[in-house]
């Protein structure tokens, strides 16, 4: 029997036929072929029950939040609040007023660069790591601009790990405030060791903010047991819609900071000479939300919850030993990134053959993957590489979609050799 | 068109052989077509000039992609010679290199006609050619495909500006490196 064969019995996350007609679009046919989706660490399909809650919502049940006194304003506030309590229990968050909803992680990361930012003073640092999206790179560059604190950068390895020795010694002089750091690695598929990273980070006084855009999609995440003190992610990755994300943070964090926007749902009250603040988490909310995406959310997680993160981590995980090894198989692929503990993030690169006529060549057959630097520009320049091409998997990926990822890319070197 | 046997020979006995027939990609080729693939190997205009009298450069930030491009006039103010050094995809490469060929015995505004018309063919394609533009356009007229891959268009249009900044710019005048 093939590997692939006996990979595709003992599915962990059960019937897969079943579960890729919950996505409508994986019907379609690119350029004639049936549609091979690797790109959802870019965004993630989304399941009809997510299309229908939002669909549903906007048909019969839908008016502003928090404000009206009318039956419609209300249940659709309880509906949008009700999302929150969602969010806690996916990452174990103590308390519902701590999450707070913001437009995707860029926009949350930006609101503690602002906020928690305004709190540390010149000669503190902000320390980073060398593979961070440039969500997660250019909010603190604009702080240390701004606030003339330090950034500093702790190296990978050449496997495309956290050097967790060199990230110590950063720590070890006590002027960092703050560490702020992805929990996986959007290029590499790298899994931090985060509550290793938290331990070394409070054990000299710092301050952690986790960034968990791809890794709250490929496992289970508890960020009590983690001990982060922010964590964030945005929801059209978590098969969610866009426009989507979510801030969580300690509460006595939250109460220190100042607010990130100021405007209406964010007050207690106004007048022309002062304002006061909302209660959290609507301090850190202004203006009217995006219900009908939080709605959506909501449903995603209802979704994934529904499959269970450690049945799709097991899933993802299958499909990524598959993938390596057959890409191994490759003559000329390398694969960038060797982390021992890794998700289902693939980057590579194939000698003679620039990442984007790879890619190009792969989606005229059908098969989606990303190519260029993935928003991970310094990293990239440590790699040495100007661009990677890069096969993502979701929960409705399959081993023969990645044979065929394989297949297609032995053709394509073949035609590049 | 010329298809190398990998591309057009059956799969190998993969276990999913159905569905990787069904994804296989023969008509990948309509932008990677001989001339295309030959010059991005084989690029005939690589390298610098000693004796440029002008430079230009250009980076595509995306992806990384950069093109060097020197040229020389002679007395009569057209184009007498013209290298470049690419580092890029296929495309990118490909256009260097035509490009290259493209702009000798031409000056600036004969340049920007040219392009013009490159321009006019990648939004509309090349069909949207009189035949007079097919003719002016010559080997790059290989490029048209890249009217159906919007995403490519910005691969091909890199060279171009970096000639264009090497028709007014001198080696090692301020701002020749620009991109
Ligand atoms: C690791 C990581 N951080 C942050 C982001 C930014 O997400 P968004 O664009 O939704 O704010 C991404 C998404 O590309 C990501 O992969």
Redesign the pocket.
């Given at each position: 029997m093939s590997d692939a064969a006996v990979l595709r019995r003992g599915n962990p996350i059960g019937d897969i036929t079943a579960l890729r007609a919950d996505f409508p679009i994986l019907e379609e046919r690119v350029h004639g072929k049936p549609l091979v989706f690797l790109d959802s660490?870019?965004s993630a399909q989304k399941p009809v029950q997510v299309i229908d809650a939002m669909a549903g919502a906007m048909r019969a049940q839908y008016a502003n939040v928090h404000r009206g006194l009318h039956w419609m304003s209300e249940r659709t506030t309880e509906a949008y609040e009700g999302v929150r309590d969602k969010v806690r229990v996916l990452i174990n968050a103590p308390s519902r007023e701590e999450v707070v909803f913001t437009?995707?992680?860029?926009?949350?990361?930006n609101l503690v660069a602002h906020s928690f930012g305004s709190l540390l003073k010149p000669g503190q640092a902000v320390l980073i790591s060398e593979m961070?999206?440039h969500?997660?790179i250019v909010p603190w560059q604009m702080l240390r601009d701004r606030a003339g604190i330090e950034l500093r950068v702790a190296p990978v390895t050449e496997a495309g790990e956290l050097d967790l020795e060199a990230f110590a010694a950063l720590l070890a002089d006590g002027r960092v405030g703050l560490v702020a750091i992805?929990h996986?690695?959007?290029v590499l598929g790298t899994v931090t060791p985060a509550a290793r990273i938290v331990a070394l980070a409070h054990e000299a006084g710092a301050r952690v903010l986790l960034?968990g855009?791809?890794a709250v999609v490929h496992r289970p995440v508890d960020v009590q047991a983690l001990g982060a003190d922010f964590y964030v992610f945005?929801g059209?990755?978590l098969y969610g819609p866009?426009g989507i994300?979510v801030l969580w943070a300690r509460r006595e964090l939250l109460d220190a900071m100042p607010p990130f926007m100021g405007g209406g749902d964010m007050i207690g009250t106004v007048s022309f000479e002062r304002s006061t603040w909302a209660e959290l988490p609507h301090k850190f909310e202004a203006g009217t939300p995006a219900i009908i995406e939080a709605i959506g959310l909501g449903a995603a997680i209802d979704y994934v919850q529904s499959i269970g993160l450690d049945r799709m981590q097991a899933h993802e995980a299958e499909l990524t030993e598959h993938a390596l090894r057959r890409l191994d198989g490759i003559d000329g692929l390398r694969v960038v990134g060797r982390a021992a503990e890794r998700g289902g993030v693939i980057s590579f690169t194939m000698e003679n053959a620039h990442a984007h006529d790879v890619a190009t060549l792969l989606d005229r057959g059908g098969i989606a993957v990303r190519a260029g630097n993935h928003?991970a520009e310094p990293l990239m320049r440590r790699l040495g590489l100007s661009s990677t091409a890069r096969a993502s998997f979701g929960v409705y990926n399959t081993v023969e979609e990645v044979d065929v990822l394989a297949d297609s890319l032995d053709r394509v070197r073949g035609f590049f050799a | 068109m010329c298809w190398p046997t990998a591309w057009t020979g059956s799969v190998a006995s993969s276990p999913d052989t159905v569905l990787s027939e069904a994804n296989a990609v023969p008509d990948g080729a309509s932008l990677y077509r001989e001339l295309v693939m030959t010059r991005a190997r084989r690029p005939e205009r690589a390298g610098a000039l000693d004796d440029a009298d002008g430079e230009g450069s250009g980076t595509n930030p995306l992806c990384g992609d950069t093109v060097q491009v020197w040229l020389r006039r002679g007395p009569d103010g057209l184009v007498q010679d013209a290298r470049h050094r690419t580092r890029g995809c296929a495309i990118c490469a490909a256009a260097a290199d035509l490009v290259a060929d493209a702009v000798v015995g031409k000056d600036a505004g004969a340049f920007a006609l040219l392009e013009r018309r490159f321009g006019t063919m990648l939004q509309d394609g090349p069909e949207a050619l009189s035949m007079g533009d097919r003719g002016a356009i010559g080997f790059l007229l290989a490029l048209g495909d890249l009217h159906e891959y919007p995403s490519r268009r910005k691969c091909a249009l890199l060279p171009f500006s970096a000639v264009r900044q090497a028709l007014v710019h001198r080696p090692g005048e301020p701002d020749g490196g620009a991109g």
């Open positions: 660490a870019a437009r995707n992680s860029t926009e949350a990361i961070e999206h969500a997660n992805t996986m690695s959007n960034d855009s791809q945005t059209h990755k866009t994300g928003c | -």
